[in-house]
Structure formats: structure tokens, C-alpha cells
């Protein structure tokens, strides 16, 4: 089982930053891969940025260039800088663990989720 924390959403206008942490614990290995995503209100959930250790991060086309994944392996947190923030970023984003086998993916863990609002 993994556990996983979000932390860091809020309210911000337009232009501005917000970081988001997300703490995993429990059967934590540095061989799977973690993300975040998001779910606006009447839409389906999105990968926002994802990353597999040792693999560059993979961002969605509308945050590239204003967000940057970074990883804390030793400590296994998963951290989201947002700079530059959009209304159409306003969303519930939610933390993602993606468990991988010798074989391919197994499993995924969700966090709860944590609300950023952009106001314009």
C-alpha cells in the first residue's frame, strides 16, 4: 500500500505561482512512477506532468513551459511548480503513483486531492 499527502493548493490570480508537494509513503520504491493530475468541473481528469526515476518528466502541451516536475527520491516527495497560472488552470489536482512490476504496470494510488483556483 502507498499513502499519498497533497499539500500547497490555494486561491492565486492570474500570473502568479503555486507549489504543490505530494508525500508518499509506505511500499514506496524509486522505480515507479509518480504525477499529478487534474479534474476541472465537468471535465475528465488530465495528466498534468508525470515521471519515471530516470526518465525525463512528461508535460502536458497547455503547462509546458510554466510548470517543472521535480522528484525527491530520498525523501519521496513529488513536487509541482506552477509559475505563470491560468483561470484554465483552476482544477482539483491530484497526486498519482503508478506501481510497476517486472512485467509493465500494476497498479495505481490517488491522493486526495487539493483545489488551485486562478482568478483573473
Known amino acids: 500500500q502507498v499513502q499519498l499527502v497533497e499539500s500547497g493548493g490555494g486561491l492565486v490570480q492570474a500570473g502568479g505561482s503555486l507549489k504543490l508537494s505530494c508525500v508518499a509513503s509506505g511500499s514506496v520504491s524509486s522505480a515507479d512512477a509518480m504525477g499529478w493530475y487534474r479534474q476541472a468541473p465537468g471535465k475528465q481528469r488530465e495528466l498534468v506532468a508525470a515521471e519515471r526515476h530516470g526518465s525525463s518528466p512528461n508535460y502536458a502541451d497547455s503547462v509546458k513551459g510554466r510548470f517543472s516536475l521535480s522528484r525527491d527520491i530520498i525523501n519521496n516527495v513529488l513536487s509541482l511548480q506552477m509559475n505563470i497560472l491560468k483561470p484554465e488552470d483552476t482544477a482539483v489536482y491530484f497526486c498519482?503513483?503508478?506501481?510497476?512490476?517486472?512485467?509493465?504496470?500494476?497498479?495505481?494510488?490517488w491522493g486526495q486531492g487539493t483545489q488551485v483556483t486562478v482568478s483573473s
Open positions: 498519482n503513483y503508478k506501481v510497476y512490476r517486472s512485467y509493465g504496470y500494476s497498479h495505481e494510488y
